[in-house]
């Protein structure tokens, strides 16, 4: 298969040594609800409880939805966790009102397990802080049925009271070799701040001067798929605002005003650049798409214009448009490649450790539309009245295909390969250039 229509396996590899050094030192906060994250330790999952296969609360809340909570676990441990909200909402189930933290945990205990605690099955009491929030820790265990388990009830507001109750079990002597990572979890907690209700409700509106310098993409990051240009000296609407880890500022645009046809979801811009004006710091802050590769629905004619069956549309070419001849052509590669993931620095690779051809024959075939083939399965789109995108997936990576043609028998371009890796978001660039033989 011709390396154009493929994603190097080797890149995984790469990736993988570069994690190890960079990546893996970036936290990664996970949601609990819209007002609280964690940073889960390295080996814990983190599942809505009501749909984890390795704890007995399952049972309880695959049966009551309407009562979320989640489950972290890890081996042999599972830690239930609860905001204040699910808290509070699972004590009103149970018909509990208190402003006592141990008569909380019983009433937890007993309608999520069935059973209660006793006297006897306690060890201790204590005092302690976690993510600055002073903490009611209880320990029991249960020795008939193997199981030892501590109850942290973290006091988020005195006045209410509000509190995040987080139950960590598992058979006895599982918990101290967890002691640490449990330890690190608390402390880890954030509060996720709501929009400013005071904010301006004047809009914020950003544009660009520059052609093809405002890339839009399915979310925000230079990992997330791109999919256009915004258009010169034309107004766009700001719907919401996201700061990345880098402390860059993202946008969220109103897709109808830049491509109500995209098949994303979402379509963001990166506000570096652009000209804003209104109430663009007062913005809401949004929350990032969760990554889905964009797959390009296939078309139903076959290239040079024989029909399966389907039915063909055609639109004329934009104005001014290069499309680029038939036949075949040389592809040359850049002698580097650009990699990275989230959390680490963009490093330049030799495309040969990337097992990636210098150069490679292709065939072309092109349609009146202004689109054309490569290798007669990678459709290529006009993007604009400059540009052309592929975007297909190979082997799970998403693929953009970038090209701008000089002419009907030369253009220039770049690959870009958007994955996740072990969790990580990671891309690639190699940029290339191309001439009909």
């Not at 994250?37 to 983190?46: K, N």
């Not at 109103?254 to 663009?280: F, H, N, Q, R, Y």
């Not at 710091?281 to 990554?291: F, K, S």
Request: hydrophobic share 40%; glycine share 8%; proline share 7%.
């Amino acid at each position: 298969m011709k390396s154009f229509l493929r994603f190097p396996a080797v890149l995984l590899f790469v990736i993988a040594l570069l994690l190890p050094l960079t990546a893996q030192d970036a936290p990664q906060i996970v949601a609990l609800d819209s007002q609280f994250g964690i940073v889960l330790p390295e080996g814990w999952t983190l599942t809505p409880a009501g749909e984890s296969d390795t704890v007995e609360a399952e049972l309880f809340f695959a049966a009551h939805p309407e009562l979320p909570a989640s489950i972290a676990a890890n081996g042999d441990v599972t830690l239930l966790l609860l905001t204040p909200v699910q808290a509070a909402a699972l004590l009103e189930f149970a018909g509990e009102s208190t402003d006592n933290p141990l008569m909380a945990i019983t009433a937890v205990h007993e309608t999520v397990y069935g059973t209660i605690i006793g006297g006897r099955a306690i060890n201790a009491f204590a005092k302690e802080s976690f993510a600055g929030f002073d903490t009611f820790v209880m320990k029991y265990t249960f020795p008939d049925i193997d199981r030892a388990g501590e109850f942290y009830v973290l006091t988020v507001d005195e006045q209410v009271p509000e509190w995040l109750i987080v139950h960590a079990y598992g058979p006895t002597g599982s918990l101290e070799p967890a002691a640490a990572d449990i330890s690190a979890l608390l402390n880890s907690l954030v509060t996720i701040e709501p929009p400013d209700e005071s904010a301006s409700a004047e809009p914020c509106i950003v544009s660009t001067a520059v052609a093809r310098s405002a890339t839009v993409r399915v979310g925000p990051g230079e990992h997330r798929t791109a999919l256009t240009f915004l258009k010169v000296d034309q107004n766009y609407t700001v719907e919401g605002r996201l700061v990345d880890d880098g402390g860059a500022v993202w946008y969220r645009l109103i897709k109808a005003e830049v491509d109500p046809g995209s098949s994303a979801a979402e379509l963001w811009t990166a506000a570096e650049g652009l000209t804003a004006v209104g109430g663009c710091d007062t913005v809401g802050e949004a929350v990032a798409p969760p990554l889905r590769p964009i797959i390009q629905a296939r078309p139903t004619t076959a290239p040079g214009g024989s029909n399966s069956g389907g039915t063909t549309t055609t639109t004329d070419p934009a104005e001014g448009l290069i499309i680029p001849a038939s036949g075949t052509w040389l592809f040359v590669y850049n002698a580097t490649a650009l990699v990275s993931c989230q959390g680490t620095n963009t490093i330049e690779m030799p495309i040969s450790e990337l097992d990636w051809p210098p150069s490679e024959i292709v065939t072309i075939d092109s349609s009146p539309d202004g689109s054309f083939y490569v290798e007669s399965s990678s459709h290529v789109r006009p993007l604009n009245d400059t540009a052309y995108l592929g975007d297909y997936n190979v082997d799970g990576s998403n693929i953009q295909a970038y090209l701008f043609p000089q002419s009907s028998t030369r253009v220039s371009g770049e690959l870009r390969v958007n994955f996740v890796w072990n969790g990580w978001n990671c891309s690639g660039t190699i940029r290339l250039s191309g001439s009909l033989q």
